[in-house]
């Protein structure tokens, strides 16, 4: 055999050989991400999920890949990109920030394993049986708890003047946020606590809401747990400083933007909890076997930076409670 055609043969068989190689390495597992939010509303924890994958060995790009679905606040959206995620055949669902994208991701699979972290009780909606045994295809981590709620009314009372009434802002597209106001509504009927609730579903409801809540003198406002409410924070930021309304916020990420106290489970804390149980999952354990898990870091937070730009004076022993205030 002539050299040329030696190294041409050996050339091909080597490359054959390599093509074979690549045929027998495993496919890289594919997580499909789903969230009621946009892609610039979850920076903030998206390190904290990644940090979880990678507790039980896996990071994106290199051992695993993300399909990430994004319904922008459009909760019409989720029936379509859960399907999308399905008809991709992911190895399983990982869904982030809110329970109507963690029940259309259920309605759309019953095989694929679902992950989820959400804010809200999982088993009053059916999304699992139990906490302790989830059953079929879904478990994941729950940052709902009702003496939270009512710990955000207390905070409310503290910050009203003497027997103000106080309002709560819940969005009526969201049955956990009106579970939420139907919970505080029980509490503060239960200590003689005026309330009255608002809804709001868009721009234009909150721009409404808030004159009503002037004219209704308020001592303090509850903003409710919410997608909505999240991902529009700074809108209501600019309103509550507007209208001078003390109010009390569920996410941390709101406090630290401006607003004035914020009480409420750890979302990092939930999204890196969640982001082991998809790596669990991807190492071939069930949904089933893996309880619902029930954060338990919660987190003061009090931003004396907007009291005083406000002329809100916050008592100090909500001052002294905090676990940080934003100076």
């Not at 789903?34 to 920076?43: C, D, K, R």
């Not at 956990?176 to 234009?204: C, I």
């Not at 909505?228 to 406090?255: C, G, H």
Request: glycine residues 10%; proline residues 6%; hydrophobic residues 45%.
């Amino acid at each position: 055999m002539k050299r040329r055609e030696f190294i041409a043969v050996a050339g091909g068989a080597a490359a054959a050989s390599a093509c074979a190689a690549r045929a027998q390495q495993p496919a890289m597992p594919v997580v499909g991400f789903l969230s009621t939010l946009g892609p610039g509303e979850l920076t903030f924890v998206m390190p904290a999920f990644r940090e979880g994958l990678g507790s039980t060995g896996f990071m994106e790009g290199r051992n695993v890949t993300i399909e990430y679905r994004w319904a922008e606040g459009d909760y019409r959206r989720l029936a379509d990109l859960s399907a999308d995620l399905v008809n991709r055949k992911v190895a399983v669902i990982a869904v982030m920030s809110g329970t109507a994208a963690a029940l259309a991701a259920k309605a759309a699979t019953t095989s694929i394993p679902i992950i989820f972290a959400i804010g809200g009780d999982p088993v009053t909606p059916g999304l699992v049986t139990s906490l302790n045994h989830p059953a079929g295809n879904i478990t994941g981590v729950s940052f709902y708890n009702s003496p939270v709620v009512t710990k955000r009314l207390e905070l409310a009372r503290e910050l009203a003047t003497g027997g103000s009434t106080i309002a709560m802002l819940v969005n009526p597209d969201n049955p956990v946020s009106v579970t939420e106001g139907k919970v505080v509504q029980e509490a503060a009927a239960a200590v003689g606590q005026p309330l009255v609730v608002f809804g709001a579903t868009s721009h234009r409801q909150m721009d409404e809401a808030f004159p009503a809540i002037g004219q209704q003198r308020v001592g303090a406002l509850i903003v409710s747990a919410d997608p909505f409410f999240f991902s529009e924070r700074v809108k209501l930021i600019v309103l509550m400083a507007r209208y001078a309304v003390p109010t009390i916020f569920a996410n941390r990420e709101q406090a630290e933007a401006g607003g004035l106290i914020s009480y409420g489970a750890s979302r990092t804390d939930a999204y890196r909890q969640a982001g082991t149980y998809v790596g669990r999952v991807l190492n071939g354990e069930k949904p089933a076997d893996l309880p619902v898990m029930l954060s338990a870091k919660f987190e003061l937070v009090v931003n004396s930076k907007t009291a005083q730009s406000l002329g809100i004076a916050i008592p100090t022993a909500v001052i002294a409670r905090a676990d940080e205030v934003i100076e």
